[in-house]
């Protein structure tokens, strides 16, 4: 149920001398699409009756049946500080899609990550989420168009004169807490030119919310400061990848259903598993929490990203690990997402493990605390440490072959996401890269 009621949002647009609102929601990938509107069609919007064609958003719907409609988040209301309000501020509001019969369009995302958010309310769960979204920072070149020339050769928590980015880091965070953000920490990476903002933990749809908010606002701000944002999660070789850790609890009411004060590690016996619900289903999710070919550059040994589906209390070389806090703040962290997923489709993901874990009470594996990176192969076969995915070709197959995950897509989206991965994988095979270029032209 929102906070805000429609008079609020109408009175709040009239007192911040709102002139233009932006409509959004995001498509099948993520990627954030709005309806611009004036103040004087806001009332008509807030009431759901703003019609859009749904069939121009790859993934909706087919041209017969285009017709869609977007119900505004009244809670969502926020307007966008770093924009000249010469002529009228531009303020904006997140959406959900419905069909013309009334109904939650099943393409939607955010539909569906509510359809499994209303499954978790009705075995008495409430999700939270805190995310830790990693970005670099690149130089443009001549031309406005982006490079991958870092502007510091800054390094893990370093400031400046190494950490260029700074300014800009800082601004993005004002323009965040003015929109509402509670913004924890923000701290140079261990690349140059990487950053990383933290936003405090919120329920699993405000956070979704709050990470698609968080990727575009970065952006602008960058762009004020002429230099490209990027959530690509490996843009440079050598170089450690981007990557999105999920924190996540279930509340009952008051109380952290992970917490258990009797417990070596203080978890409950729902925490566990939770955590058996995640490795179970590891690989069939990796499609969504993982959803580019770029994905998996970064998913390699070496690079602090998660590799071995296992868990730990003790070390950051496992997929899952459980930070070292108590009581309201016991948590689980999945370490394998990066910020290139679509943050509806990939919490819901999470969620939908996680209860299919506690629904047959599936208890994870033994707990690893050896740093995997230095296990041989055999020890790894002993311990049954096996591998995320390799590419996103091979996540796919494994998306297919998961039933859970599959259900809480549904057949559309789980359809038209698999047609464009696997478009996107039948390019890249495809292609000549200059790597073997540079690999083969001279020998052969």
């Given at each position: 149920?929102?906070?805000?009621?429609?008079?609020?949002?109408?009175?709040?647009?009239?007192?911040?001398?709102?002139?233009?609102?932006?409509?959004?929601?995001?498509?099948?990938?993520?990627?954030?699409?709005?309806?611009?509107?004036?103040?004087?069609?806001?009332?008509?919007?807030?009431?759901?009756?703003?019609?859009?064609?749904?069939?121009?958003?790859?993934?909706?719907?087919?041209?017969?049946?285009?017709?869609?409609?977007?119900?505004?988040?009244?809670?969502?209301?926020?307007?966008?500080?770093?924009?000249?309000?010469?002529?009228?501020?531009?303020?904006?509001?997140?959406?959900?899609?419905?069909?013309?019969?009334?109904?939650?369009?099943?393409?939607?995302?955010?539909?569906?990550?509510?359809?499994?958010?209303?499954?978790?309310?009705?075995?008495?769960?409430?999700?939270?989420?805190?995310?830790?979204?990693?970005?670099?920072?690149?130089?443009?070149?001549?031309?406005?168009?982006?490079?991958?020339?870092?502007?510091?050769?800054?390094?893990?928590?370093?400031?400046?004169?190494?950490?260029?980015?700074?300014?800009?880091?800082?601004?993005?965070?004002?323009?965040?807490?003015?929109?509402?953000?509670?913004?924890?920490?923000?701290?140079?990476?261990?690349?140059?030119?990487?950053?990383?903002?933290?936003?405090?933990?919120?329920?699993?749809?405000?956070?979704?919310?709050?990470?698609?908010?968080?990727?575009?606002?970065?952006?602008?701000?960058?762009?004020?400061?002429?230099?490209?944002?990027?959530f690509m999660p490996k843009p440079i070789f050598s170089e450690a990848g981007s990557g999105m850790h999920m924190n996540?609890?279930l509340f009952k009411g008051k109380e952290n259903a992970f917490y258990d004060p009797d417990d070596r590690l203080g978890?409950?016996?729902?925490?566990?598993?939770?955590?058996?619900?995640?490795?179970?289903?590891?690989?069939?999710?990796?499609?969504?929490?993982?959803?580019?070919?770029?994905?998996?550059?970064?998913?390699?040994?070496?690079?602090?990203?998660?590799?071995?589906?296992?868990?730990?209390?003790?070390?950051?070389s496992a997929l899952v690990r459980i930070p070292d806090a108590q009581g309201l703040g016991t948590r689980v962290e999945?370490?394998?997402?990066?910020?290139?997923?679509?943050?509806?489709?990939?919490?819901?993901?999470?969620?939908?493990?996680?209860?299919?874990?506690?629904?047959?009470?599936?208890?994870?594996?033994?707990?690893?605390?050896?740093?995997?990176?230095?296990?041989?192969?055999?020890?790894?076969?002993?311990?049954?440490?096996?591998?995320?995915?390799?590419?996103?070709?091979?996540?796919?197959?494994?998306?297919?072959?998961?039933?859970?995950?599959?259900?809480?897509?549904?057949?559309?989206?789980?359809?038209?996401?698999?047609?464009?991965?696997?478009?996107?994988?039948?390019?890249?095979?495809?292609?000549?890269?200059?790597?073997?270029?540079?690999?083969?032209?001279?020998?052969?």
């Amino acid at each position: 149920m929102s906070k805000l009621t429609k008079e609020d949002v109408l009175q709040q647009a009239k007192e911040m001398n709102v002139k233009f609102i932006r409509l959004q929601f995001t498509d099948i990938l993520g990627i954030i699409k709005n309806v611009a509107i004036t103040v004087e069609q806001l009332e008509e919007a807030l009431d759901g009756e703003i019609m859009f064609d749904g069939s121009s958003i790859d993934g909706f719907t087919r041209i017969q049946e285009s017709d869609m409609y977007l119900k505004p988040d009244y809670d969502t209301f926020t307007v966008f500080p770093w924009r000249p309000k010469v002529g009228g501020a531009v303020a904006r509001l997140i959406c959900d899609v419905y069909t013309t019969d009334g109904k939650p369009f099943v393409g939607g995302p955010r539909n569906i990550l509510r359809k499994v958010l209303q499954e978790a309310e009705e075995m008495g769960y409430t999700m939270y989420v805190g995310p830790e979204p990693e970005f670099f920072l690149f130089e443009k070149g001549d031309n406005g168009e982006p490079t991958t020339i870092t502007n510091d050769q800054g390094g893990y928590f370093d400031l400046g004169p190494s950490d260029l980015g700074q300014d800009t880091r800082r601004d993005i965070v004002l323009a965040l807490e003015k929109m509402g953000f509670d913004v924890e920490a923000s701290h140079h990476e261990v690349a140059p030119g990487q950053h990383e903002i933290d936003f405090k933990y919120s329920d699993a749809l405000t956070a979704a919310d709050n990470i698609a908010t968080f990727r575009f606002v970065t952006k602008a701000i960058a762009n004020e400061h002429d230099l490209h944002a990027t959530f690509m999660p490996k843009p440079i070789f050598s170089e450690a990848g981007s990557g999105m850790h999920m924190n996540q609890s279930l509340f009952k009411g008051k109380e952290n259903a992970f917490y258990d004060p009797d417990d070596r590690l203080g978890l409950s016996q729902i925490a566990y598993y939770y955590i058996g619900g995640l490795i179970k289903h590891a690989k069939g999710m990796t499609a969504l929490t993982n959803p580019t070919i770029n994905s998996y550059k970064r998913l390699v040994p070496g690079y602090e990203a998660p590799v071995y589906i296992a868990w730990s209390a003790s070390n950051r070389s496992a997929l899952v690990r459980i930070p070292d806090a108590q009581g309201l703040g016991t948590r689980v962290e999945l370490r394998n997402p990066d910020p290139a997923a679509n943050p509806y489709l990939a919490t819901a993901v999470m969620l939908k493990a996680g209860l299919d874990g506690i629904k047959n009470k599936i208890e994870p594996p033994k707990e690893v605390v050896d740093n995997i990176y230095d296990m041989s192969e055999c020890a790894k076969e002993d311990a049954c440490i096996d591998s995320l995915p390799g590419d996103i070709n091979i996540a796919v197959q494994y998306l297919l072959r998961d039933e859970v995950i599959k259900e809480a897509l549904g057949e559309h989206i789980l359809n038209r996401f698999v047609e464009a991965k696997q478009i996107e994988w039948d390019v890249y095979r495809t292609q000549v890269h200059q790597w073997e270029l540079d690999q083969y032209l001279k020998i052969f």
